[in-house]
C-alpha cells in the first residue's frame, strides 16, 4: 500500500487489530441469519509525510451507508459543544444574515441548527440518507453527497462560497484527503475560514486510545501531518486550539494560501511540542502494539471474573469505539448479554461483530446490574452522572480506556 497523501510505500505498523466488521454496521434481526463482512483493521504510518493511516479494505459506500446509525444529537454534551462553537466562530468572524456557513458531514443538523438560529444561511453536506433526513426535518439545507473536488466545484458555479466552513470529525474519515482539502480550499471566499476538528493522535498514543481505531476513520492526524497536506493542496493553517472533545482533540484553523492572516504563535508552539516527543521518528510510534494488547488483557480479564462471580454487567453506549474494544477482545453475549443506548436508530438492532442487543435504559432500571461499562469514554463524566442512581443498589460504573477503572 502508498500513503493516501504523498503515495510514498508503507513499511512501518503501528497497530494491528485483526479484523472486524464495519463499526457502525448495526445488524437487524434478519440480519442475524446472514454472515458479517470483516475486513482487517490494520493501521500503518508513512515514514515520509507522517500520516497515520488505516490500510485501505472498505470503501466509504460500504461504511457511511444509508441505514447509517450514528445521530450527533443523542449527546447532550456534544450539542453543548456545537451551540458554543457556533457562538464563538460568528463572534470571531463576524457572520450575520450575508455570510454562508457550509458544513461538511452536517450528520443531523446538530451544529447547523444554532447556525440557522441565529439568521446566518448555511448548508450541510451529508452523504447518509438517515441523518440528511433529520437535518431536513430540522429545516436545514442538505447537500447529500460526499465532498470533494467535483461537489466543491458544482457549489461554486451556483453561487455557494463560504466565510466558514466547518469540517468538525470528518477530516479522518475520508479516503481521499487531497482531494476533500483541495475542495475545501475552492469553496472558500477569498478572506473564508474553514475549522477541522479532529482527535490528536498525540492523545491516541499517550492514552492508549486505541479503541478510536476502526475502519471509518481513515486518518489519525498530528498538525505536523495536517499542515503538511493542507499547504500541498491550497490551504495554510493561522491558528489551532487544544480542545477537550474525543478524549483530546484539534480545533484547526485553515484560510486560502493566498489569505493573509498572520500565523499564531500556538501553531508553532504546537508543532514543535510534536517534534520533541518524536511524532516525526519511528521510534514514537513502537510500543503501542503492547499497551493496546494490556488494555485488552485487562478488560477481558475483568469481564471473565464478573462472570464467575455470577455478577450482572450491561454495556452503556453503542459506540463505534466500543465495537472496536469489543471485537478486538472477542467478546460476545455470554459476558455482556445487551448494550443500552440512546438513540431509537440502534435500539432493537445488534452490535457488529459481537452481536449484542442495543436496548433502551429501561433495562438497566429493572434488571440493577452490578457493573455497567461505559464504552465512550470520553462521554464518562455526562453518563456516570446519568446512571448515578445505580448507587441505590450498589452499581458501579467501569472503563477500559486508558486503563480498566471501576468508579
Known amino acids: 500500500m502508498k500513503c493516501r497523501h504523498c503515495h510514498a510505500p508503507l513499511t512501518l505498523s503501528f497497530v494491528d487489530l485483526g479484523s472486524a466488521p464495519p463499526s457502525n454496521a448495526y445488524l437487524t434481526e434478519a440480519a442475524l441469519k446472514k454472515p458479517e463482512t470483516w475486513y482487517p483493521l490494520r493501521v500503518l504510518v508513512c515514514s515520509d509525510c507522517r500520516l497515520v493511516q488505516t490500510e485501505d479494505y472498505a470503501g466509504a459506500s460500504e461504511i457511511f451507508t444509508d441505514s447509517y446509525a450514528y445521530f450527533s444529537s443523542y449527546s447532550r454534551s456534544w450539542l453543548e459543544h456545537a451551540e458554543k462553537y457556533v457562538s464563538a466562530m460568528t463572534e470571531r468572524f463576524g457572520l450575520n444574515e450575508k455570510s454562508l456557513v457550509v458544513e461538511l458531514a452536517a450528520n443531523d443538523g446538530y451544529l447547523l441548527q444554532y447556525v440557522k438560529a441565529r439568521g446566518i444561511p448555511c448548508i450541510g453536506v451529508e452523504p447518509t440518507a438517515s441523518t440528511a433526513k433529520a437535518a431536513r426535518d430540522k429545516g436545514i439545507e442538505i447537500i447529500e453527497n460526499f465532498f470533494g473536488v467535483q461537489l466543491a466545484d458544482e457549489m461554486v458555479s451556483l453561487g455557494q462560497q463560504a466565510n466558514l466552513m466547518a469540517a468538525n470529525n470528518v477530516l479522518a474519515h475520508v479516503p481521499d484527503i487531497n482531494d476533500f482539502v483541495s475542495g475545501v480550499g475552492l469553496l472558500l471566499k477569498e478572506d473564508g475560514v474553514a475549522t477541522f476538528e479532529f482527535p490528536h493522535l498525540l492523545n491516541l498514543v499517550a492514552n492508549n486510545q486505541f479503541d478510536t481505531i476502526y475502519h471509518e476513520h481513515y486518518s489519525y492526524l498530528s498538525l505536523s501531518a495536517v499542515s503538511r497536506i493542507f499547504e500541498r493542496n491550497g490551504l495554510s493553517v493561522f491558528d489551532v486550539e487544544e480542545i477537550p472533545t474525543h478524549g483530546g482533540s ?39 502494539q503492547s499497551r493496546t494488547d494490556r488494555v485488552k488483557n485487562d478488560f477481558l480479564r475483568f469481564l471473565v471474573d464478573a462472570k464467575r462471580e455470577g455478577k450482572k454487567v450491561a454495556g452503556y453506549g453503542a459506540a463505534a469505539k466500543g465495537n472496536t474494544l469489543m471485537n478486538y477482545a472477542g467478546v460476545r453475549p455470554d459476558l455482556m448479554p445487551y448494550v443500552v443506548d440512546k438513540s431509537p436508530a440502534k435500539q432493537g438492532k445488534f452490535l457488529p461483530g459481537t452481536r449484542i442487543p442495543v436496548v433502551s435504559e429501561a433495562r438497566i432500571r429493572n434488571e440493577h446490574p452490578d457493573f455497567v461499562v461505559v464504552l465512550p469514554w470520553n462521554l464518562w463524566d455526562e453518563v456516570t452522572s446519568d446512571l448515578s442512581y445505580m448507587r441505590d443498589w450498589g452499581g458501579r460504573c467501569v472503563r477500559a480506556v486508558p486503563e480498566l477503572q471501576v468508579g
Request: charged letters at 25%; glycine letters at 8%.
Open 250 to 288: 484539534l480545533r484547526v484553523f485553515a484560510q486560502r494560501i493566498s489569505s493573509t492572516r498572520p500565523r499564531s504563535a500556538a501553531v508553532g508552539k504546537l508543532l514543535d511540542r510534536e517534534k520533541s516527543v518524536g511524532v516525526l521518528t519511528d521510534a514514537y510510534y513502537a510500543g503501542f
